[in-house]
Antibody, heavy 121, light 105 residues
């Protein structure tokens, strides 16, 4: 059974860097044809894809967020870490991580419960 | 960037109704189109992947069709648990549509 859980601060100040950790079980990123994606959702708004990392270490980022994002993996700890620089109140959202597998054509088939981040001074 | 446009943005329907939601891509995405259901306060749930494949455990009243730039999610007979917001997502460069809220009429 695949599970994922997001963790990180609930409040960050403007201009700070946010670090979120996705800790997962039931799969390994050392296995081929897997991936982990990060998606966020501001209150009352639509889902927005942020970044993804495949098991072959291929990394993708939402172009609209430019160089603010960095995604890394710690295979030994079964974790994927997303950092987002220069946080702004507009980045207030629930942040989700999700598993992507070849069996579902790399759709996001299992999601974490999400973690809420508020950007406020 | 590939843009996804869902229509309608919201709809009102009765239990038992047949409901269809359309997702249009700004350029061809072959069949790299997925559909998710999201209920308030919950994470999204995969319903359809690769345009027309039903995710394991999802009721067969859900179906998906289309390829290229136009896709449709259909619920053949709406059930009380289906009232939710539905999002399409393209797997080419990864983006989501703006969502369609299905409400009780």
């Amino acid at each position: 059974q695949i599970t994922l859980k997001e963790s990180g601060p609930t409040v960050v100040k403007p201009t700070q860097t946010l670090t979120l950790t996705c800790t997962f079980s039931g799969f390994s990123l050392s296995s081929s044809r897997m991936g982990v994606a990060w998606v966020r959702q501001p209150p009352g708004k639509a889902l927005e894809w942020l970044s993804l990392l495949y098991s072959n270490d291929d990394k993708r980022y939402n172009p609209s967020l430019g160089s603010r994002l960095t995604i890394t993996k710690d295979t030994s700890r079964n974790q994927v870490v997303l950092t987002m620089a220069n946080m702004d109140p507009a980045d207030t959202a629930t942040y989700y991580c999700a598993h992507m597998g070849a069996a579902v054509d790399f759709a996001m088939d299992v999601w974490g419960q999400g973690t809420t981040v508020t950007v406020s001074s | 960037d590939i843009q996804l446009t869902q229509s309608p943005s919201s709809l009102s329907a009765n239990v038992g109704d047949r409901v269809s939601i359309t997702c249009r891509a700004s350029q061809s995405i072959d069949s790299y189109l997925n559909w998710y259901q999201q209920k308030p306060g919950k994470a999204p749930n995969l319903v359809i992947y690769a345009a027309s494949s039903l995710q394991s455990g999802v009721p067969s009243r859900f179906s998906g069709s289309g390829s290229g730039t136009e896709f449709t999610l259909t619920i053949s007979s709406l059930q009380p648990e289906d009232f939710a917001t539905y999002y399409c997502q393209q797997g080419y460069t990864i983006s989501f549509g703006q969502g369609t809220k299905v409400e009780v009429k």
